[in-house]
């Protein structure tokens, strides 16, 4: 049906058509005004009421079928009823469309102004509906809204650099570094308070000095720019591990489900390094640089840095250390006893759950980090040695553990 403005008239007469020929909308309209002219009076004549305003302009909405035009005609009406019913009436003499036998016959009058309160009652149900779904939250959308406003009022500022940060990026052995402080927010507002930011392209001495003694996770949007910010971020600071938002999105912009979905896809920094041809300034990991060649030459003397945690004349066994290049990029830890043998393999995540249960065990050989409570862990288990990929900054190290990590 044509576009027809309620508001203008209070009728339309609505009929259907059928034409004995090809015909178009012009020859219908022609038809219909020619066959009627004169047949009412001047009052009546639908030229007239047209030029006048009192009714609108004719529509024909018509299809052509087995050689015969059919279809409808639609005359909106400002008239009262009763001139409405006699130019409908008058609409059904039309009987011929050009040289073609046809019949008009009135399907009904319909009052527009039915159509408008069926339209306000339609619409005014819908904003109703609208209102009581999303303008008066239930008692839990409240309870989520001022939690969420606390949580975004942790943000604070950190290092010399006055870096954008959650309340616990101090206190964490893991961090997450975003590009900026509306990812901070979000990651707050999601409860994830272990995140800082880098606010700017350069990468702040503050971020490189927090990832040289924790575990640090880079988080970047989705896009062209969050891989640029990856390649100048691996060269310069000490990761652990990268992940990014999905294809097209930003972090801040990122649901609770898709936040912890990207942080469960992380891959170490390493190997995301290796696939993308950047060269890593600093090494987070023997393993990954050297591989037992290299854990060997320190263990002889050429790394300072496992000196401080290993003691002289108390090797690493090699057989330790072909286990631990099997383990690099699995995220693994074995726990072995007296004779070497593997009495435990479990997810890093686990190992705290495992030695728990554990009434005594000699090596822990593992893909993660050593942290200063997996030492005090690993220490009351009887645990004699220790070797992770890196280590946190220990204030303690108990007598008789050998700990071997960069």
């Known amino acids: ?14 009929a259907n058509i059928e034409v004995n ?11 219909i005004f020619g066959q009627t002219e004169g047949l009412l009076g001047d009052e009546l004549e639908m030229r007239e009421l047209q030029k006048t305003g009192r009714i609108g302009r004719i529509e024909a909405e018509l299809e052509h079928k087995n050689g015969k035009t059919v279809g409808k005609v639609i005359i909106p009406s400002g008239l009262g009823m009763v001139e409405t019913a006699i130019i409908a009436a008058a609409l059904e003499t039309v009987d011929r469309v050009g040289p073609y036998e046809a019949k008009i016959k009135v399907e009904r009058i319909e009052d527009t102004r039915e159509v408008k309160r069926r339209y306000i009652v339609e619409r005014a149900k819908e904003l109703l509906q609208k209102m009581l779904a999303e303008e008066i939250p239930d008692s839990k959308e409240v309870i989520d809204r001022v939690k969420s406003e606390l949580r975004m009022a942790e943000i604070r500022q950190y290092g010399r650099e006055r870096l954008p940060a959650g309340p616990d990026i101090e206190d964490s052995e893991e961090i997450i570094v975003v590009e900026g402080r509306a990812d901070v927010l979000n990651l707050l507002r999601h409860g994830i ?3 800082i930011a880098i606010n700017g392209n350069r990468v702040p001495k503050t971020i490189i000095d927090l990832a040289k003694r924790k575990i640090t996770t880079l988080f970047v949007d989705g896009d062209r720019g969050g891989d640029l910010i990856i390649r100048e971020v691996l060269q310069k600071a000490d990761i652990d591990f990268v992940t990014k938002a999905p294809d097209g999105k930003e972090v801040e912009e ?6 912890l979905q990207a942080l469960r896809k992380k891959i ?13 300034k600093q090494t987070t990991t023997a393993t ?12 002889a003397g050429k790394s300072t840095k496992t000196e401080k945690t290993q003691k002289e004349g108390s090797p690493i066994p090699e057989e330790y250390l072909k286990i631990f290049e099997e383990l690099k990029g699995s995220l693994t830890a074995k726990i072995l006893d007296e004779n070497n043998n593997v009495i435990a393999e479990v997810p890093v995540r686990e190992i705290w759950k495992q030695l728990k249960e554990m009434d005594k065990a000699y090596a822990i050989i593992m893909d993660g980090i050593v942290t200063q409570r997996l030492v005090d862990a690993a220490a009351a288990k009887g645990v004699k040695y220790l070797i992770g990929v890196k280590k946190t900054k220990l204030e303690r190290v108990p007598e008789g553990l050998i700990i071997y990590a960069d």
């Not at 049906?1 to 609505?14: A, L, N, R």
């Not at 170490?268 to 041809?277: L, Q």
């Not at 990954?288 to 060997?296: A, Q, V």
């Open 1 to 14: 049906m044509g576009k027809i403005y309620i508001d203008s008239v209070k009728y339309q007469i609505i």
């Open 21 to 31: 020929g090809l015909v178009d909308k012009p020859d219908v309209i022609g038809a």
């Open 268 to 280: 170490p920094a390493d190997e995301y390094a290796e696939r993308h041809g950047i060269t890593r």
């Open 254 to 259: 990122l649901t609770q489900k898709e936040i």
């Open 193 to 195: 308070k272990n995140v």
């Open 288 to 299: 990954k640089k050297g591989g037992i060649k290299k854990i060997i030459e320190q263990i």
